[in-house]
C-alpha cells in the first residue's frame, strides 16, 4: 500500500486526503516511480475546485503532474532507464489518468526526464514546469532572440522567474511587473532587468520609455481579463502576446478588434504543447539541462512541505504569497 493524496469531491484544500492505495504494476510504456519530491502548480488547485480546463471525471480523483524520484519498475516496452535511476517528472498527461502525490506513482515513461547531475529532489521537483513553459512558450514558439524585450506579468511566479533566467540565457531584456514593491528586489536579484509596479506606474508608459517608444516584442501574461488591452498597447508592431494563465479569472477582450491597436499576435500556450511533442520536448530537456549546468538556469523554492502537510500546502499555494515554487518532500 502507498500513501496517496486523493480527494472525493471538489472544494477547498480541506477535501484532501491523505489514504492508503494500492498501487499496482506499470504497464506497457509505464515507469513505476518512488517519489521523493513533488512540485505544486495551481493548475492542481484548479483541477481539485472544480475550475481547471479539464472536468474531474470520477472519484475518489487524485493530483499532481510534476515530480522527482527514483525508477522502481519499468513497464513492459519501456527502455533507456534503469532501476535506480535519479528523474523527474514533467506535466505531460491529465490528472484524470495519474498523479504524483504519493510515496510511490505509475507515470507515463514519455513524461519522465533525467534528472541532471547535481540537481537534488526538490530541485528536480521544481524546475522542469517553469522552465518547460517558459522555454517553450518564448523559444520554440515565439522564437525570443536576443536584443528582443520580454514583458512579464506574474513575474514572481515560478514560471515567471524562470522566463526572467531564460529571457536573459537567450540575451533578451526581461521587464518584470509586481502589483507592490513588496516583491521588488527579489524580482531584480533573480534577473529582471527592470521592474514595474503595476499600483503605482503605468506599464504601457514605461514600456515604451525603456524601448525607445518601440514596445516589447514580447508579453508573457498569466493574468488576462481585461488588463490584456493595456498589455497589448506595449506590444511592439508585428510583436507577440502569449496568454498561459488565467488569474484574473475575468474574460479575456481580442485587442486585435480594438481600433487604433499596434499590429500584434496573440496566443495561448499550455506547457502540454511542448511535452507532449517529443521532439520539442527534446529540445527544452536540453535547452533547461544546459541552462543549469552553466549555473544560467536555478530555480527558485519559496517553501517546502512534507506530503503529511499537503493541505497546508495547498492553502499556501492559493494565498498567491510565494516567490518561486512550493515543494512537498516525501519519506523525509
Do not use: C
Not at 86 to 98: E, I, K, L, T
Not at 179 to 196: C, M, N, P, S
Not at 247 to 264: D, N, Q
Not at 303 to 322: C, K, M, N, P
Request: aromatic residues 6%; hydrophobic residues 45%.
Amino acid at each position: 500500500m502507498t500513501r496517496t493524496v486523493r480527494f472525493h469531491e471538489l472544494g477547498g484544500p480541506e477535501v484532501l486526503r491523505l489514504e492508503d492505495v494500492e498501487t499496482g504494476e506499470p504497464g506497457p510504456g509505464e515507469l513505476l516511480i518512488r517519489v521523493e519530491a513533488i512540485g505544486l502548480n495551481r493548475a492542481e488547485a484548479l483541477f481539485r475546485g472544480g475550475r481547471y480546463i479539464q472536468p474531474v471525471k470520477e472519484f475518489p480523483a487524485r493530483l499532481g503532474a510534476e515530480a522527482a524520484g527514483v525508477v522502481e519498475v519499468a513497464g513492459p516496452g519501456v527502455t533507456g532507464f534503469a532501476t535506480g535511476e535519479r528523474v523527474s517528472v514533467v506535466p505531460a498527461f491529465s490528472m484524470n489518468d495519474y498523479g504524483v502525490y504519493a510515496e510511490r506513482a505509475i507515470v507515463p515513461a514519455a513524461a519522465v526526464v533525467r534528472r541532471p547531475d547535481g540537481l537534488d529532489a526538490v530541485g528536480g521537483a521544481a524546475v522542469w514546469m517553469p522552465y518547460l513553459t517558459a522555454y517553450g512558450a518564448l523559444v520554440e514558439v515565439g522564437g525570443m532572440r536576443a536584443g528582443d524585450t520580454v514583458l512579464l506579468t506574474a513575474a514572481s511566479s515560478s514560471v515567471g522567474l524562470a522566463a526572467i533566467q531564460v529571457a536573459g540565457r537567450v540575451g533578451a531584456l526581461p521587464i518584470a511587473t509586481t502589483r507592490t514593491r513588496a516583491k521588488e528586489a527579489r524580482l531584480r536579484a533573480a534577473g529582471a532587468a527592470e521592474v514595474i509596479v503595476t499600483g503605482e506606474e503605468d506599464v504601457t508608459g514605461r514600456v515604451l520609455a525603456l524601448t525607445g517608444g518601440r514596445g516589447a516584442e514580447f508579453v508573457f501574461d498569466a493574468v488576462a481579463g481585461p488588463g490584456v488591452l493595456d498589455l497589448a498597447r506595449a506590444v511592439a508592431p508585428g510583436g507577440t502576446l502569449i496568454e498561459y494563465g488565467a488569474l484574473s479569472g475575468e474574460v479575456t477582450p481580442y485587442p486585435g478588434f480594438v481600433l487604433g491597436m499596434p499590429a500584434l499576435n496573440m496566443r495561448t500556450y499550455t506547457v502540454h504543447e511542448t511535452t507532449t511533442d517529443p521532439e520539442r520536448l527534446r529540445r527544452a530537456e536540453a535547452f533547461v539541462a544546459s541552462g543549469l549546468r552553466a549555473g544560467a538556469f536555478e530555480p527558485v523554492v519559496d517553501r517546502v512541505f512534507d506530503l503529511s502537510e499537503i493541505v497546508e500546502a495547498h492553502r499556501y499555494l492559493e494565498t498567491g504569497a510565494q516567490v518561486g515554487k512550493i515543494v512537498v518532500t516525501v519519506g523525509r
